[in-house]
């Protein structure tokens, strides 16, 4: 079935640096993927939508020179934490649809950890 | 925006029926129900869609009465791993332009 895949599982960064996690379709193209991030105890949040070729749409209240997200191929969108903080530590989490499935069918990635001390 | 609202928890037993019932007042006509389970620092799993009446599959049935306010996901013969947080999904909009919003979840306990 499809696979969405994410790296890295777990990062640690200083405060100050960037960081970037990636998000790939392992066995299927996606022109568009989602990011969200999760608080523990706290639902998923969508912070954007990856579109390949073009801009990023973000969520409202989403800072998009904050978190910035690269959808340079069919297969892998990226998002980088830039100047990262200790509230910016949580649960980042990806997904993608298969082509012409649209966002009925949604994979997620197995989530990527982020903690900046 | 169609909101979703889901209890917050839930405690089972094993072996027994659980149903997780999930309200969705402004659903369009072209969205789809789906729900998911999330382990602990996991990536939500995909449990079962639908759009009316039931749908039945491997581990999982849902219920959608005819006016699709509502939709409850009924796991039958719940075992301790099922011990997990179900979200209800409603894609808005259909196909190619809606958001997706997620329930708060439902933390679903299962005891021995």
């Known amino acids: 079935g499809a696979v969405v895949s994410q790296h890295p599982s777990r990062v640690i960064c200083k405060s100050g640096t960037s960081v970037k996690i990636e998000c790939r379709s392992l066995d299927f193209q996606a022109t568009t993927m989602f990011w969200y991030r999760q608080f523990p105890k706290k639902s998923l949040m969508l912070m954007a939508t990856s579109n390949e070729g073009s801009k990023a749409t973000y969520e409202q209240g989403v800072e998009k020179d904050k978190f910035l997200i690269n959808h340079a191929s069919l297969t892998l969108s990226t998002l980088t934490v830039t100047s990262a903080h200790p509230e910016d530590s949580s649960f980042y989490i990806c997904s993608a649809s298969p082509p012409g499935q649209g966002r009925n069918t949604i994979y997620f990635g197995e989530g990527s950890w982020l903690t900046v001390v | 925006l169609a909101k979703t609202t889901q209890p917050i928890s839930m405690d089972s037993y094993e072996g027994q029926e659980v149903n997780i019932t999930c309200s969705h007042n402004?659903?369009?006509?072209?969205?789809?129900i789906t729900w998911y389970q999330q382990f602990p620092s996991q990536g939500p799993r995909f449990i079962i869609q639908g759009y009316k009446t039931k749908v039945t599959n491997e581990v999982a049935s849902l219920f959608i009465p005819a006016d699709r306010k509502s939709s409850t996901l009924s796991l039958p013969r719940v075992s301790l791993s099922d011990t997990a947080v179900y979200y209800c999904l409603v894609v808005v909009g259909g196909n190619q332009g809606g958001k997706l919003i997620f329930g708060q979840g439902t933390e679903l306990s299962v005891k021995p």
């Open positions: 402004n659903i369009a006509t072209n969205d789809y």
